[in-house]
């Protein structure tokens, strides 16, 4: 390789967490004037990679090369003024200032008594907007902004220095169609400037219409490059997911126990619409879809935790109408939320607090809290799902990421539900406590429950689902059998192909 | 990267000990500094005066221990303790003391529901309702008296007496309701599924909504259990003045507040205890007559409540930051 | 007084939606100015400037800090440090030889002090990662503990006239005191809306990881900001101890909270990131015009309290109904 034709370049990096080792021996380069698509699963190491480049990380090991010059990052800001910008997926914007303060924050021009130099400012600001052909003014309040303009933005700010690489996170996650073509001119003309481009997404249309490379990880390491016109769906689909994937599926039989709970019509706000499915006792319904879809919103509304616009809920056979958590959890419903560490657990409570916080009022002897109570409910689900914790004692947060997980697949158990909702059942978890977890789910709809799995993950999805429910755009766009259900077809439904 | 900062990069070793029992170790270093120098300030009569006079405070502290464990702020505890020891001693001729006593808390818990509903159900900042409901006790309270200082007439007769005055088995009075608050405030906070409700709730309000917790009751309740505290804390102040002036209560707000940080419970919510509070108090309430006994003016000792406040906080946050500087540039 | 043009109109139009408590100040304005026979008077629109100015003075800087996303409860303290230094300092034998010279050392030693306390607040704030709130809280109590040492718990008496006289002198219409208050609301509303620090300022409470990216240093930032704050209560209480000739040890107790009231009503939020000057001057103008206009009917003060914490809280409430989002927000 020409030791000039890189604008980026990164050479065995190691990364390693206390619990995980995220990046292993990754190299990657980006060459001027393309665009490099990164390709891998939720915990691939994508994010961490990124975030190594944009100098938020530093790696343990490994090297960085900025033009084909070795740079240290020390710091976002470091970076950027070498040259490499990261677009964040989470805006990070002050909502209150106008748009050219955002785009120069902290390289605000001065004139005397350091005063601004509004006129300057607004120029250079209004220079780099025609260069993203954006149609607002540099004086607009970024709060007045739709998401996608406030996208605009971040790429602006990228642009106040000479960029040489420019990495989007998941642009397009919350864009619309036209808002998406307008992003995709701007990258055609960031590559016609010579600026590299690395893209992450899991949107596979996206990445063949757009890239001129693609790369992917898998568990922190490297799987390969390829050409764009040289490959297709397949071949990287088998890259990220790995061979694994046809021998885990399989023994799925069509449950035949009593329907649990019939959604018809479920509509709530702009999130999802006309979504009607049921769900047996003894199977695992998987939904699958990108993020946004609508499938995180569903749980929430049958958790009471969304209002609905229409539809209706019947449990057991009978209509119930769900106002929130408390009547969810009372009616016998659960949900294990995407967002462990913010929606699932209190890290700063014990293993045991945690495990029984749902149902702590009917744990009494007279009006105290039975210590023997709790401790039985403990052992028994710490023996049931093998909770690795040296005793009930250990606050929550100091667990692996899969115990935690465990904790609260517990916690809700232990309520003995009619109906357990798992959201994204193994995100942030390494991958011997996955296998775990799916085998769990898998017991746990053979002893009778009614499953409900929503992933990211398509091996996820395909591993433990009886039958999966594909969602793009907040409708359902087909459900497949075990048997119907293929990579393919299933990526088409959740992309809008089919 | 949450996990990183739990497991490791701890403050290792003797230096995190002394970080997390830092508050322990400081009252106990007070305690042997002041004895050291004044032989009178380890007699049991010293210690007695103290704890008694710490009494107002410490029950007031309890309460707002809930509140500030289920991740809120009260600050109208001050002028609520105008308004109850106003009524309270007004009414005592009017209506007779069991009575007086019963209308207070009654009022008294009217004005923390309100503060519940307000911050618990409507969800406001606590800290702008408090402060609001500060300023509009206040003028309750002058409204109530019309700006006149109130009184009891017959102060050696009423039994009212005995709630500041009193002394059972020994003990003054302030000091057994002390003990008593503290004891079930604790008992409720420890052993009580309301208990671990605010813990969850001041922890994590998010995970404890999802927990099927009615995040809105439980932090209600905690300006109830406040409003209540408040309430008995009057009772002690107004048996032992016999009467009233309309802002005696001014500037308890952040005495109390100050209390309860000293004890180490966060601000942040989720963690701290009755017991710590009761040390907070104590050390305030030590470290006061210490100075005294000491020859040093009364004021002295707000001074060194500054000092203390900020290291014991400092000390604190550092042992879970791990390290002693904050790593912003 | 020139005629305004129809684009400056429309933009002053957009000033007052922005700032709903200026509605409020207009509406008490009419309703006083209806209901009394004495407070349409331009004498008593004099007073009210005076009355204000020291509660504004030191809302000015608490924006500052308050858009930073911290707060200052120590400034009540400060105030009557400042004001016990400016007042003592004055009659030193020193200074015996100097004449009205004298007040100059005395103004410069109280304002200093409050800018540094202000420094001290922000250091610590910066370097122990400590919570504002409680960092203030504890300088609160310990910056009075200073006031009754230094003062010995005595009360000082100017014993120069002319440092009373300046308390209620005028500068041609316009009391002098209230011509400095106007005058900093002025240069504070530029520092916020026009320089890089006050840019700064918005940006380390909007998005405090944005502006560490942005390689804004944030800790002496805030620090600066803290010692604004330290200097305006400090220049409060020289204000203040000019129009009573005097300072006393408990002078500026609850300040702190008549302030953040005052600012909080003029729209700035307590999470930081948002709020301005010209919001700050309408709250404290609130507080002003209400207790001299319920004064003038002779409603006791005490209903003036009542009414301050219910607008205080019905602005928390109503600010939240307007910003709430349609849908897409969790119950929780």
Redesign the interface.
Known sequence: MNAFDTALRVQGIVKT???VRALDDVSFDVRPGEVHALLGENGAGKSTLMKVLAGMHRPDQGRIFISEEPAILHSPLEAKRLGVVLIHQELSLAEQMSVAENIFLGELPRKNFGMVDWKKLYADAEAILQRLNCDFGPQTRVEDLSIAKKQMVEIARALTVEAKAVIFDEPTASLTDQEKEVLFDVIRDLQAQGVGIVYISHRMEEIFRISNRISVLRDGTYRGTLETVDTNEDEVTRLMIGRSLDTSRGGKVVSTGPVVLKVENLSCGDLFENVSFSVQAGEVLGFYGLVGAGRTAIAEAL?G?RRLSQGKVVLNGQEITIT???H???QGLA?V?ESR?????????SCR?NMT??Q??N??TG???SNGGEIAIFDRYRDLLSIKTPGWRQ?V??L??GNQQKIVIG?WLAMRPKVLIVDEPTRGIDVGSKAEIHNLLRELAADGYAVIVISSEMPEILSVSDRIIAMYRGEITREFTADEVTEDNLVQAISGLS | ????T???NRLKGLGGTLAKQGILIAFIVFMIGFALFSEKFLTSGNVMTVIRQAAIVGVMAIGVTVVVIGGNLD?SVGSMLSFSTVLVVDLHDKIGPGEAIAVMLVATLVLGALNGF?IGY????S???T?????????????YT??QNVDISHQDTTWFAVFGRGQVFGLPVPILIFAVVAVIVH?VLA???YG??V??VG?????????????NRVVACSYLISAFCTGIAAVILGSRVMGSQNNVG??YE?LV??AV?LGGTS?LG??GSVLKTVIGVLILGFIQNGLLLLGY?Y?????????V??LA??LD??AK?GRL??P?? | MSIMNKSSAARLWRQVVRHPIWFFVLVIFIFFSLATDHFFAFHNFQNILVQTSTIGLIALGMTLVMINGNID?SVGATLALAASLAVDIQGWPVFESWGDWAMLPAVIAALASGIMLGALNGI?V??????A???T??????????V??YT??QSFYAMNFAYSDFGSSAVGPLPTLAVIFLVFTVITHFLLARTVHGRNTYAVGGNRDAA?NAGI???PHMVVNFMIVGFFAALAGVTLSTQMGASTPNLG??YE?WT??AV?LGGTK?TGGAGNIIGTLGGVLAIGILRNGMNLMQV??????????????AV??LD?QVNRKEDGELR?
């Open positions: 967490f206390p619990a958790f935790l929130s958590p408390r969810a959890v009372e949900l939320p560490k913010e929606q699932g657990l209190v890290l700063g409570m607090d916080l749902p702590i009022g744990l009494t009006p105290f809290v606050l947060g100091n692996s990421g916690k | 990267m949450a996990e990183a739990l497991t490791s600050l307000l409507l969800r406001l900042n800290l702008i309702v402060l609001g409901m500060l300023s509009a006790i206040q003028g309750l309270t002058l409204i019309g700006g008992v052993y009580t599924p671990r409700r813990y969850a922890g994590n309000p998010m995970a404890a909504v999802f927990s099927g917790i009615r995040r001014q500037g952040l507040l100050a940080i601000l989720g963690s003016a004021y002295v000792q707000w001074l060194v409540t500054w000092v406040i900020i906080v400092w946050v550092a930051r500087f904050s912003i540039a | 409860l610590i910066w370097k122990t990662g400590v919570n709130f409680i960092v809280l504890g300088a609160m109590l310990g910056v009075r503990g200073l009754f040492i010995q718990e560490v240093r944030v800790g107790r609850d909270l953040i009231t909080v307590l006791p003060a005490f209903y003036v309290l009542v009414i301050l914490g219910t607008i205080l809280i928390l409430f939240k929780v």
